[in-house]
């Protein structure tokens, strides 16, 4: 009888960026072999990754390191964009001002689609999955999309999203089990990264 297990989904963001985000870095592509080397004995039966060359590549280089290489997909939902577009009433008073013109800057699209292509990120990434099995799945991505998921799981209003960051090749695992609410397991653990490959990506006033 088929009935639902849980899921583990691994949420890496990609590795430095080049300036023009065209590729990664020296020190991006050893941030990802690393990665790779930290979820070697981990049971992924699956990669994705956004369509942008920073997390493709990153994907790439995690999955040479695995040892038994998953089915490694695409997706849209998995990229970049601005999840969600926040109310001025929603947001902290004194803070609404500074963050709408944060995300202002953001390019039309990235604003425009971002919120159904999150909506389909959570339809294709969480919750528990049918069948007896778990399931481990690894999503290689961006800052934005973790910070969004991240939220979900926490029943944290859709807005704060913002404020959540991570640095690059770090790693959230977030579980969803049936009958029970989704557990972050940990959250942007560099823990796999030596002093000089991390916070990379990070805002420079709260790293530690």
């Known amino acids: 009888m088929t009935g639902t297990a849980a899921r583990c989904l691994y949420l890496a963001r990609h590795g430095e960026a080049s300036a023009d985000e065209s590729t990664l870095t020296d020190t991006g592509r050893r941030q990802a072999v690393l990665l790779g080397e930290r979820l070697r004995h981990a049971p992924l039966t699956a990669v994705h990754h956004g369509p942008l060359p920073r997390a493709a590549q990153t994907a790439r280089l995690v999955c040479e390191q695995l040892d038994a290489v998953p089915l490694v997909q695409a997706s849209e939902p998995a990229g970049d964009y601005v999840p969600y577009l926040p109310r001025r009433e929603e947001l902290p008073p004194r803070s609404a001002d500074a963050m709408l013109d944060r995300l202002s800057r953001f390019p039309a699209e990235e604003r425009e689609r971002g919120p ?25 991505t961006h800052n934005f999309l973790i910070g969004w ?21 770090a790693l959230t695992v977030i579980r969803y089990a049936p009958d029970r609410p989704a557990s972050v397991l940990f959250y942007n653990d560099t823990g796999h990264l030596p002093d000089g490959l991390r916070w990379t990506g990070f805002p420079a006033e709260l790293r530690v």
Do not use: C, I, Q, S
């Not at 159904?116 to 999503?139: I, K, M």
């Not at 998921?149 to 090749?169: C, I, S, Y």
């Open 149 to 169: 998921l991240v939220r979900a799981a926490l029943d944290a209003p859709k807005w704060r999203w913002m404020g959540l960051n991570h640095a690059n090749a």
């Open 116 to 140: 159904e292509l999150a909506e389909a990120a959570l339809t294709r990434f969480t919750g528990p999955v049918a069948g007896d099995e778990p399931r481990h799945e690894l999503v290689v």
